[in-house]
């Protein structure tokens, strides 16, 4: 997404990601991450799947370097196909693309994916992803 022509679908779809984690993300931060990705494409890319100018699915691409991986991580860091479109193909078809197309000249693709998401789980580990042996943490800085 170079434009704001699709912003509402994606923030409707933004919306919808987090209905499902518990995970108290303020919507009224939707807008900043649009406007930031937006002015700093070398930081991450909104890709948007869009056929006869309706948009079936967004995503978040972020990228960051890894000495573990030797090059580019591609972050897939939201993905969410539109209801009127899941079990379609088209979340395949867009982790088909980041493989062809390497965003950010990546070396490997890095998702989260919510465990009671057994649906995700399964496309994913069809596509050749696995777990690894390690687990991510997080902790919020006081701002």
């Given at each position: 997404?170079?434009?704001?022509?699709?912003?509402?679908?994606?923030?409707?779809?933004?919306?919808?990601?987090?209905?499902?984690?518990?995970?108290?993300?303020?919507?009224?931060?939707?807008?900043?991450?649009?406007?930031?990705?937006?002015?700093?494409?070398?930081?991450?890319?909104?890709?948007?799947?869009?056929?006869?100018?309706?948009?079936?699915?967004?995503?978040?691409?972020?990228?960051?370097?890894?000495?573990?991986?030797?090059?580019?991580?591609?972050?897939?860091?939201?993905?969410?196909?539109?209801?009127?479109?899941?079990?379609?193909?088209?979340?395949?078809?867009?982790?088909?693309?980041?493989?062809?197309?390497?965003?950010?000249?990546?070396?490997?693709?890095?998702?989260?994916?919510?465990?009671?998401?057994?649906?995700?789980?399964?496309?994913?580990?069809?596509m050749g992803f696995t777990d690894r042996h390690l687990q991510m943490m997080t902790r919020r800085f006081?701002?």
């Open positions: 997404m170079t434009d704001r022509r699709f912003q509402a679908d994606v923030l409707r779809m933004m919306g919808e990601l987090y209905e499902h984690d518990d995970l108290r993300v303020d919507p009224a931060s939707f807008p900043k991450t649009i406007d930031y990705l937006l002015a700093n494409p070398s930081r991450g890319r909104i890709v948007v799947a869009v056929e006869n100018d309706r948009v079936q699915a967004y995503a978040l691409v972020i990228p960051y370097w890894s000495n573990e991986w030797g090059g580019t991580v591609a972050l897939l860091d939201e993905l969410l196909v539109d209801r009127e479109f899941r079990g379609r193909g088209v979340a395949k078809a867009f982790l088909r693309f980041l493989e062809r197309e390497r965003p950010f000249d990546a070396v490997v693709v890095l998702l989260e994916v919510s465990p009671q998401n057994t649906q995700a789980r399964a496309l994913y580990e069809s006081q701002v």
